[in-house]
């Protein structure tokens, strides 16, 4: 068991930047990419007997995160409509605004679904086949496609053309 958790730590430090930086993509906020590689982690070690092919730890690992990210997002939507229900005042209205209007990258990502970010960093920002994300995310090769479709389509709508070409390059910052 000792091996087990030695080589499961060893496992999970090489690969945690890589999934932190991909949680931060789809969620984009520090705090719940956090929390959704620290969910990450935590189920991964209870469901380790569920990888039936250790060379693919990472894909494996990688999906779980997905799912661990969605999870947050929806967490996230219920809080902000809890704090609007309690409480409209104009601190907190004035507090998402500000929050929203950081700049145009951030304003189109976070307007896309958990869903549709999630298509687009592991293509453009991981750079993974469109097999590979559907296969990541669990979903037939023709939803990844049509997600990440919508996806750009949207990113078209709320963004400036130029800016989404150097996004789609890969300068996801």
């Given at each position: 068991m000792?091996?087990?958790?030695?080589?499961?730590?060893?496992?999970?430090?090489?690969?945690?930047?890589?999934?932190?930086?991909?949680?931060?993509?789809?969620?984009?906020?520090?705090?719940?990419?956090?929390?959704?590689?620290?969910?990450?982690?935590?189920?991964?070690w209870?469901?380790?007997?569920?990888?039936?092919?250790?060379?693919?730890?990472?894909?494996?690992?990688?999906?779980?995160?997905?799912?661990?990210?969605y999870?947050?997002?929806?967490?996230?939507?219920?809080?902000?409509?809890?704090?609007?229900?309690?409480?409209?005042?104009?601190?907190?209205?004035?507090?998402?605004?500000?929050?929203?209007?950081?700049?145009e990258?951030?304003?189109?990502?976070?307007?896309?679904?958990?869903?549709?970010?999630?298509v687009f960093v592991?293509?453009?920002?991981?750079?993974?086949?469109?097999?590979?994300?559907?296969?990541?995310?669990g979903?037939?090769?023709?939803?990844?496609?049509?997600?990440?479709?919508?996806?750009?389509?949207?990113?078209?709508?709320?963004?400036?053309?130029?800016?989404?070409?150097?996004?789609?390059?890969?300068?996801?910052?």
């Amino acid at each position: 068991m000792e091996g087990d958790r030695d080589a499961f730590a060893a496992l999970a430090t090489r690969v945690s930047d890589s999934l932190y930086a991909v949680a931060y993509r789809i969620l984009r906020d520090p705090g719940l990419a956090e929390d959704a590689l620290q969910n990450t982690l935590v189920t991964a070690w209870r469901n380790l007997d569920d990888l039936r092919d250790p060379d693919r730890f990472e894909a494996w690992i990688r999906r779980v995160l997905v799912h661990a990210s969605y999870a947050e997002a929806r967490r996230r939507v219920r809080r902000t409509q809890a704090v609007r229900q309690i409480s409209m005042t104009d601190d907190v209205v004035a507090e998402d605004n500000a929050i929203i209007d950081r700049d145009e990258i951030e304003r189109a990502f976070r307007r896309l679904s958990a869903e549709h970010r999630a298509v687009f960093v592991l293509h453009y920002y991981l750079g993974l086949p469109l097999v590979e994300v559907a296969t990541t995310l669990g979903v037939p090769q023709g939803t990844a496609r049509s997600r990440l479709h919508y996806a750009i389509r949207a990113l078209r709508r709320f963004m400036q053309p130029e800016r989404l070409a150097s996004l789609e390059e890969g300068n996801l910052a």
